[in-house]
Every structure is written in structure tokens, then in C-alpha cells.
């Protein structure tokens, strides 16, 4: 865990930093030093502290969780937020939680993946055109950010999105919270959002056109793959398989050799 810590931060941090970032590798590094939710900075270092008897040796990353994948990646994927011992303590998005189990297993089965696990930053995994990343990007607790904390870290999701368009076909968003988040996001970015608003569910599907003339963009919804979701069989395995090749397709990614039977 990071021994550097100051009190806070302005709430105003993300706003005032991300639209100065010119890469995705300095947006990464800048949401990483961000300490603008005390409610937030206070439980993702607590998580870090008392840790899971199971992780009991792990120094936790204990920062915000910057996204993951290549910088022209055609399809983004949105989800929520890290998990307080996922990517709160392996420092990347989806990694080392069930919902990370899910979701890399399904990218490895359609190609999207270097490999069906995710267990640590420098494991070797790869996306190919698949970047990953969420409205809010520190542990909330419970799960559940506050609609203040989603604001506050809405530039660093506007800026990556922003970075990402010159490539950006589809977004497959997770979850009726990112559904939600990206709405204002999409709108400042000239998208044109259709009226009445669109409503989120599973295979729900969003095209947005840019009155600019640049190169309208793909919604698709999905549920999110969360321990509950997929214990109680509200997503399957083949479900999110489909709507992340749903999402593969739209953006027209190549194919890629199969990796043999899909689990179950």
C-alpha cells in the first residue's frame, strides 16, 4: 500500500486535471493520485488495512483503478466500480475478484483475451481492442457510490472516452449505475442520445449519432457479472458471452482462433 497519503483534495481535482492529460497513459496516472472523495479515499484504505484473512500478505494498490486496455481499442466496456478486494487491492480493473473471474473468462472464450485469468498487474494478460473501465474508480463501500462521488469522478470517464474516439465503435455498459453515468458523458461529447431516453437492460441496444459528422457510436447493455447476478443465474456465462460478442461484432473487431469449448 502507498505510504504517501495526504488529508484530500479539492473535489474539483478531476475536473481541473483530466482535460489537461494528452494520452491514456497520463490519464491513468493522473486518476491515480486522485484523493477527491474522502468518503471513498477513507474506505479503500481502510480495505487495505484490515484486509481478507485470505489476502492477509498482499500490499494493496489502496488508489483509484485506472482502466485497462489498448489506447484505440474500437470497443470500450463500462462497469461500476473496483471491488474493495479486487482491483482495490491488485491495482486493475476487474482483477482478482469473482466479477473479473467472469468477465475475463467470457472476453478469453470469444477471443478477446490473451488468457481466461486475471489474477495481478504483470500476469500477462492482454486485451486486443477491448479497453475496461468504470464511472467511479475507487472502492465504494457496499458497492454503492454516491451520486455525488459519480460526478466528481465523471472528467476522468469523459477524458478517456474523449481519448479513446478516434477509434470508439461500441460501448457494452455494464449495469443499469454505468447505463446511468454515461448518459451526460455521451451528451457533452456531441453524441446525440435518443428521445425518450433509452432504457437499460440486457441486450438493450443504443445507436447514437454525432451531428458533427463523426462516426456515430453503439450502445449495448448487459447485465453486470456480480457474485449475485451470477449465483442467482440472473446473467449466465453464455449471456455475457453474447452481448460482449454482440459488442465484438458492432465494432468489428476480427475474429480470432477459438479457444476451445466455452464454460458453462
Known sequence: MCSSRQTTQKPDFPARTAPRVGSLRELD?????????????????????????????????????????????PLAIVGLAPAAHGGNRTGRIFTGDPSGDALYAALYDIGLASQPTATHRGDGLELYGVRITVPVHCAPPDNRP?????????????????????????????????????RPVLAEAGWQLPRPRPVFGHGAEVLL?????GRPLHMVGGYHPSQRNMSTRTLTPAMLRDVLRRGADLAE????????????
Open 209 to 213: 449519432a454525432h451531428p458533427g459528422g
Open 29 to 73: 496516472a493522473a486518476i491515480a493520485t486522485c484523493r477527491a472523495c474522502p468518503r471513498l479515499v477513507a474506505w479503500r484504505e481502510e480495505a487495505a488495512r484490515v484486509k481478507r484473512r485470505a489476502f492477509r500478505d498482499w500490499e494493496y494498490w489502496a488508489r483509484p483503478v485506472p482502466g485497462f486496455g489498448p489506447s484505440d481499442a
Open 253 to 264: 473487431l476480427p475474429a480470432r482462433p477459438h479457444h476451445g469449448g466455452p464454460r458453462c
Open 146 to 182: 454516491t451520486t455525488g462521488e459519480r460526478d466528481t469522478c465523471r472528467p476522468w470517464l469523459a477524458r478517456e472516452l474523449e481519448l479513446l474516439r478516434p477509434a470508439l465503435r461500441v460501448i457494452v455498459v455494464l449495469g443499469a449505475f454505468a447505463w446511468q453515468a454515461l
